[in-house]
């Protein structure tokens, strides 16, 4: 057992912090507290025991009785006063739905980030236009800069999210990716396009992750994957948002203007929102973290259980600073470092599942198929269906649970990508591939529907296996493995073109996704119906797979 610090800090105190309180190791609070922990069952000490019993004559009299309160009734509570202690309701979800929607909106933008290439290069690689020209590394910077601005993006949000927390951070961002997307609506040169490129993707970097961990922390366990998976579908809206622009052919000039404008709705709710519980307990506001969790679950429910089950797991998490490199450290805990491992892996390896580039070059590779079909409709087909794979995501995937649906997705798809690998074969050789002009189309269709339902998985389980303590570096360490794979599957797509052939790169996304099921199959838990805390408590390092 490592060493840990609580401080906490009354929201109503001028004082920063009120109270901090260092104590040397778990055992020894259990030392210290054996009195109060006696009568126990099973010699259990609950960790506001712990801290009760640590800082008898150090805290105010508010903060105990918080700590109190968030025991959930098992120490301070007789028989008698559970008698008369109202019947718990089911946590109300207006609230938590509405965090959701205005989240959905930020994701709605993430979507357009990755959509906008998929559209736009048509327009900027037509050697006739009059407006601004890409030539062929341009387009591969257009394809890719966004994600290589995420990488980054997510190094410097692992610290945004740990000291100002989701919802600030989130307020942070949202004003310089509307900044950035009129800058691209009005650029008159190559240089300036891609420079704010590269920005909205810094951005995205952090604000994505922001967006996803909030709803994650403030949803309740038995609809965390409803939830999630709204933000999920939300981001597949982006893309249609922007291929449906696209389709309409108003110029790409016109996607910056609406692509900025979706910034006001979260702006706007997020001022109505508060911070996520969970992290208020990172910083030892305890008692804004219970208002928070009274507000997404209902003010007539008990939240005290809830709260010290939070609470017990960041305790016993922290150290004796909670400062970036001691995160870092806590991440090389074995349970942790596996988890890390297997979600960064994953993550880095689910771009090239072909994902990146069906999505990046969707009209282009529609228009190589020559089929006679208009490229620009059946891309904006190929984003509705992976919509609607999503939404049967989130129909199924608290009762599916998640390691089957990734298992199965990937499997189909890897047919889906070997099919469309197969076709692109056919038309290097003397087999006249006119009448399955269809096929290539079906293939993406398949394709996109497949990986709506099963790699919205990943997201998740990128934050559900990590602990609250981590989980805000955790993720954007595991973002920076996703990003960087994002940006070498698009910049690297036309270089592997031109050396094997369209086919040969379907091929090998074709593999990536038969690789992926693998290390699913084996080596992914199952998180579904199972609160984060009892998620990261019951993973030991050698159950990781189980």
Same mark, same amino acid.
């Given at each position: 057992m490592g060493k840990y610090n609580l401080q906490m800090r009354s929201s109503n105190s001028t004082e920063e912090p009120v109270l901090t309180t260092t104590v040397k190791s778990i055992e020894n609070d259990a030392v210290a507290g054996q009195d109060t922990c006696k009568n126990e069952p099973n010699g259990h000490c609950h960790a506001s025991n712990l801290q009760m019993a640590s800082l008898t004559g150090l805290t105010t009299e508010?903060?105990?009785?918080?700590?109190?309160?968030?025991?959930? #009734?098992?120490? +301070?509570?007789? #028989?008698?006063? =559970?008698?008369?202690?109202?019947? =718990?309701?089911?946590?109300?979800?207006?609230?938590?739905? *509405? +965090? @959701?929607?205005?989240?959905?909106?930020?994701?709605?933008?993430?979507?357009?980030?990755? %959509?906008?290439?998929?559209? @736009?290069?048509? =327009?900027? @690689?037509?050697? !006739? @236009?009059? !407006?601004?020209?890409?030539?062929?590394? =341009?387009?591969?910077?257009? *394809?890719?800069?966004?994600?290589?601005?995420? *990488?980054?993006?997510?190094?410097?949000?692992?610290?945004?999210l740990m000291r100002? #927390?989701?919802?600030?951070?989130?307020?942070? %961002?949202?004003?310089?990716?509307?900044?950035?997307?009129?800058?691209?609506?009005? *650029?008159?040169?190559?240089?300036?396009?891609?420079?704010?490129?590269?920005?909205?993707g810094f951005v995205t970097g952090f604000l994505s992750p922001a967006a996803s961990m909030y709803v994650l922390e403030v949803s309740h366990k038995n609809i965390r994957g409803l939830l999630f998976g709204i933000v999920t579908t939300a981001r597949r809206f982006g893309i249609i948002f922007v291929f449906g622009i696209g389709g309409l052919r108003v110029g790409w000039r016109a996607i910056g203007f609406a692509s900025a404008a979706l910034v006001a709705v979260p702006l706007v709710g997020l001022l109505f929102m508060p911070s996520s519980p969970r992290w208020l307990v990172t910083r030892g506001r305890l008692e804004e973290a219970k208002d928070s969790l009274s507000f997404f679950r209902g003010k007539s429910y008990d939240v005290s259980s809830e709260l010290a089950s939070i609470v017990e797991q960041v305790v016993r998490s922290q150290r004796r600073k909670s400062g970036f490199k001691d995160q870092l450290r806590m991440m090389m805990e074995p349970s942790t470092r596996r988890a890390l491992a297997l979600m960064g892996f994953l993550s880095l390896l689910s771009p090239f599942s072909g994902i990146v580039v069906v999505i990046g070059y969707a009209v282009p590779i529609l228009q190589i198929t020559k089929a006679d079909i208009d490229a620009y409709m059946s891309a904006l087909l190929t984003a509705v269906v992976f919509a609607a794979g999503t939404v049967i995501h989130i129909c199924i995937v608290d009762r599916v649970g998640r390691k089957p649906l990734l298992v199965v997705s990937f499997l189909f798809s890897t047919l889906c990508m070997a099919t469309l690998g197969g076709y692109f074969y056919a038309q290097t050789t003397e087999i006249d591939v006119s009448a399955y002009g269809w096929a290539p189309v079906a293939s993406m269709v398949a394709f996109l529907f497949s990986m709506g339902v099963g790699q919205p998985v990943i997201n998740i389980l990128q934050g559900e296996l990590l602990p609250t303590s981590v989980r805000a570096t955790g993720i954007s360490v595991i973002l920076i493995f996703m990003y960087l794979g994002s940006f070498a599957s698009a910049f690297t797509y036309p270089m592997i073109t031109s050396a094997m052939g369209v086919h040969g790169a379907f091929w090998i996304y074709s593999g990536v996704c038969i690789t992926i099921v693998i290390v699913g199959a084996v080596c992914l838990p199952e998180t579904r119906g199972r609160a984060l805390e009892e998620i990261t408590k019951a993973a030991p390092a050698d159950n990781v797979g189980e």
């Open positions: 508010k903060d105990v009785d918080v700590l109190r309160s968030s025991d959930g #009734g098992q120490n +301070a509570k007789s #028989g008698q006063e =559970e008698d008369q202690k109202q019947e =718990e309701t089911r946590p109300r979800i207006i609230s938590q739905v *509405a +965090a @959701t929607l205005v989240m959905a909106f930020i994701h709605v933008g993430v979507g357009a980030v990755y %959509g906008y290439s998929g559209v @736009t290069l048509p =327009e900027l @690689t037509d050697p !006739d @236009t009059q !407006d601004l020209f890409l030539g062929p590394y =341009e387009v591969s910077l257009l *394809a890719s800069l966004s994600d290589l601005g995420g *990488a980054f993006g997510s190094v410097v949000g692992g610290v945004l100002l #927390g989701q919802r600030t951070t989130a307020l942070l %961002g949202l004003p310089i990716s509307a900044a950035c997307w009129l800058a691209m609506a009005f *650029a008159h040169s190559p240089t300036l396009l891609l420079s704010m490129w590269f920005v909205v």
